[in-house]
């Protein structure tokens, strides 16, 4: 069964980068659109990214500033996160899923989930 490990969070100021990065075990990455989400402190998880074989999406918030990617060999997806802002701060996980389409913004629609990796954004 697919497992999902996140890593690279972290502290960061305002304008500065992370790179975030999702480690795939037990199944091959290739075969799923990977999902990137964060939860701030109260809020609702939300979507930001997803890399998917047919287009790679993001969301409006975002866009211009992250870039997800993925590495079938090493079976690892990343999310290179630049010019960052207090909005961005939360819990961010990756989660895998094999066929979305429009839907890839709906947490329900993923099966596997990692346990999350923190940012947060300082000033």
């Known amino acids: 069964q697919l497992q999902l490990v996140e890593s690279g969070g972290g502290l960061v100021h305002i304008g500065g980068s992370l790179r975030l990065s999702c480690e795939a075990s037990g199944d091959t990455v290739d075969d799923y659109a990977i999902g990137w989400f964060r939860q701030a402190p109260g809020k609702a998880r939300e979507a930001v990214s997803c890399?998917?074989?047919?287009?790679?999406y993001y969301e409006d918030s975002v866009k211009g500033r992250f870039t997800a990617s993925r590495d079938g060999a090493k079976n690892m997806v990343y999310l290179q996160m630049n010019n960052l802002k207090p909005e961005d701060t939360g819990l961010y996980f990756c989660?895998?899923?094999?066929?979305?389409?429009?839907?890839?913004?709906?947490?329900?629609?993923?099966?596997?989930w990692g346990r999350g990796t923190q940012v947060i954004v300082a000033s």
């Open positions: 989660a895998a899923s094999f066929a979305l389409g429009s839907s890839w913004r709906i947490a329900a629609k993923y099966g596997h």
């Open positions: 890399i998917a074989s047919e287009a790679t």
